[in-house]
């Protein structure tokens, strides 16, 4: 069997035309023009490349953006005042804080600080716990990609034993969460592996859905799933330059091997990379809606 390929560049393509009449429309009727910001901190190449491409995306659909590029020896309590002062600005709907952040600044004081209804990657506790309990506002970008990447490819998650490799916050646990909940687009059974996992190629063999964010290149393998499978691959791996001096990628699956097993694969790059952007869009247009009452 040779996979299918799921494209993420195709299917976050529709996604994207379907927000831009979205947004034309907020903006005919009922005269609102939603707003992101994106905080960077430092100079990481791979986060400057995501911030990049979320503003370029704001500007394709007609979304207002404001990018603030910090040094990485900014101290905490400048970082907080401008989240204070992007906080109470009301042409910004969504503060997307690009993460990891420098060591000396604290992750989780940084966004707590951050306005819940402006949460844009649902990782504000409130929004974790809203998650949690099967009411949230907000559903963080990757995760969400995820879950629209297998129900816009048809692939039935009702049922399913769905086996995630990775226990992030950002990744691991809420998509973990978002595929448990009784809903349509969900209802699975979900495995949680990790490094402390005793047996993890029982785990990943029995997976008719395997998600996989371990951050490891190439780590899954053939041998490590059952014929049939559905893959989906959330790392991201700069494994070297071409002649070109453009970025070879590849993620935590051994796509080459795999792809001759599974029954559909998500692609590095072109699987959920492009998702985790327009569901941020997704999630941006949202919040406008929401401060305007609609
Ligand atoms: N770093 C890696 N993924 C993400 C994400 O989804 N949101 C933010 N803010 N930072 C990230």
Redesign the pocket.
């Known amino acids: 069997m040779t996979a299918e390929i799921i494209s993420g560049t195709a299917i976050s393509r529709q996604i994207r035309e379907e927000l831009k009449q979205e947004v034309a429309q907020l903006k005919e009727k009922h005269n609102i023009i939603p707003g992101l910001v994106t905080v960077l901190v430092g100079e990481d190449p791979a986060?400057q490349s995501?911030v990049g491409s979320k503003v370029r995306t704001c500007e394709e659909l007609g979304i207002y953006s404001e990018r603030h590029d910090l040094p990485a020896d900014i101290d905490e309590q400048t970082l907080m005042s401008l989240i204070d002062r992007l906080n109470k600005d009301p042409k910004i709907n969504g503060i997307?804080?690009?993460?990891?952040l420098p060591k000396h600044i604290s992750e989780s004081n940084v966004l707590i600080a951050i306005d819940p209804r402006k949460d844009v990657?649902g990782?504000h506790p409130i929004n974790v716990g809203k998650l949690m309990i099967g009411e949230p506002d907000y559903l963080?970008?990757?995760p969400h990609g995820i879950q629209e990447l297998l129900i816009r490819s048809g692939i039935e998650t009702e049922g399913a034993d769905i086996v995630v490799v990775g226990r992030s916050n950002?990744v691991g646990k809420p998509v973990a969460n978002i595929l448990m909940q009784k809903r349509a687009g969900a209802n699975a059974t979900v495995t949680v592996c990790h490094t402390r996992t005793r047996d993890l190629v029982s785990h990943t063999r029995r997976a008719d859905i395997l998600i996989v964010a371990a951050g490891k290149p190439k780590d899954v393998t053939a041998d490590m799933v059952k014929e049939g499978v559905v893959v989906i691959d959330v790392g991201v791996h700069r494994i070297g330059k071409t002649k070109e001096g453009k970025n070879i990628l590849c993620g935590d699956v051994d796509f080459e091997s795999v792809k001759e097993k599974a029954k559909a694969i998500t692609p590095v790059p072109g699987g959920v990379g492009p998702m985790?952007i327009v569901m941020?869009m997704t999630n941006t247009v949202k919040a406008a809606k929401l401060a305007a009452g609609l």
């Open positions: 986060s995501y997307l804080v690009q993460l990891p990657d990782f963080p970008c990757t950002i985790t941020l």
